[in-house]
């Protein structure tokens, strides 16, 4: 299936945004600057994967190679969309540690 270049725009820019907004709420209510880069992993093979999470604690070995062979065939597209949400999430753990260092306590 094709995606056009309209609707890839879009889905960078959405992807960015939502998780740039996330973080930035996340590292405003927790106090820790960079919590949605690091749950941002997570957020992505719960996107990819296909397999419960329960199949990751009682079928690991088959449960991992199928995410293994999920991430391999991702479209190029599709890696881009997940790169620009994982930019978001830098970029917010950024965008506080700036407003934290130019004097606002309340980030």
């Known amino acids: 299936m ?3 270049i309209v609707v890839l725009i879009i889905s960078i ?3 960015f945004v939502l998780f740039f907004g996330i973080g930035f709420i996340l590292n405003m209510l927790l106090r820790m600057s960079w919590v949605m880069a690091v749950v941002y992993p997570i957020v992505a093979i719960f996107i990819v994967d296909k397999v419960s999470f329960s199949e ?7 449960a991992f190679q199928d995410l293994g062979k999920r991430f391999s065939s ?6 881009l969309i997940l790169v620009s ?3 978001g999430a ?8 700036l407003l934290r260092k130019n ?4 980030f």
């Open 2 to 4: 094709q995606m056009s």
């Open 13 to 15: 820019v959405l992807f």
């Open 56 to 62: 990751y604690f009682t079928n690991s070995g088959a």
């Open 74 to 79: 991702l479209a190029t597209a599709d890696i």
């Open 85 to 87: 949400g994982l930019a």
């Open 90 to 97: 830098i970029a917010a753990g950024f965008t506080i540690k």
């Open 103 to 106: 004097g606002y306590q309340m």
